[in-house]
């Protein structure tokens, strides 16, 4: 069946944006999540969004929601380097019963000072 | 901290051997899930509780995994005769409501030798 798509790797420098892609599979999906994980740690949920919305902002995180396109971004403003981490995207398909997270690859932000 | 709690953070054993880890969720939470990881990957979805009620469970578990919640509060997952292709990190969720987020413990990672 399709995967949750990510890019594996960005690389960004302290102050600037960050910008992380994803493609989910199911349009139908109600839930769509950000999560963080820190090496050797567990994953942090950072933000969700519904699919009745198309943006979400809380404080320095921004979701941009395409469901037409089955697109889900994260934009993270002034990235500091301790947002260095595996961001992980996620979503709840219907055929799941809505039980289940389906999580992407994840993408591998590196903030350089 | 009333986060999900997970025992032990660490495990290494020899193959053959059987392990148990032990998840504490969020309190009040009556959904309790449990997800792998393998290097690289985003976590992958094993079985889910409602209240003591495992509901449903991956073909990734194999009649070699059990999981169990007894009286819906704590939940335990056993792995019998490990083998090498067990190694990962075994995650536990917990959620309020079937539309609520669900928020991640630090896992228990597994190590066979």
């Known amino acids: 069946g399709e995967d949750v798509e990510q890019s594996l790797f960005l690389s960004v420098r302290e102050g600037d944006s960050s910008v992380i892609n994803c493609t989910y599979t199911d349009s139908s999906s109600t839930y769509l999540y950000w999560y963080k994980q820190e090496p050797g740690a567990g994953l942090q949920l950072l933000t969700y969004?519904?699919?009745?919305?198309d943006m979400k902002q809380d404080q320095r995180l921004t979701v941009l929601l395409n469901k037409k396109d089955k697109h889900l971004s994260l934009r993270i403003a002034d990235t500091q380097t301790g947002d260095s981490a595996i961001y992980f995207c996620?979503?709840?398909?219907?055929?799941?019963?809505?039980?289940?997270?389906?999580f992407g690859t994840g993408t591998r932000l590196l903030v350089s000072p | 901290d009333t986060g999900v709690s997970q025992d032990p953070r660490h495990k290494i054993t020899k193959r053959g051997q059987n392990v148990t880890f032990r998840c504490d969720p969020i309190?009040?939470?009556?959904?309790l899930y449990w997800y792998r990881q393998t290097l690289g990957q985003g976590p992958e979805f094993l079985t889910y509780?409602?209240?003591?009620?495992?509901?449903?469970k991956s073909r990734l578990l194999s009649d070699r995994f059990s999981a169990e919640r007894p009286k819906g509060s704590f939940s335990t997952l056993e792995i019998q005769r490990t083998e090498q292709g067990d190694s990962a990190m075994y995650l536990c969720?917990?959620?309020?409501?079937?539309?609520?987020?669900?928020?991640f413990g630090d896992g228990t990672r597994l190590s066979i030798l």
């Open positions: 969004i519904f699919s009745n919305m």
């Open positions: 309190s009040e939470h009556n959904r």
């Open positions: 996620a979503e709840i398909p219907p055929d799941t019963g809505f039980q289940k997270l389906v």
């Open positions: 509780f409602q209240n003591e009620a495992q509901l449903e």
């Open positions: 969720a917990s959620s309020f409501a079937l539309d609520q987020p669900q928020h």
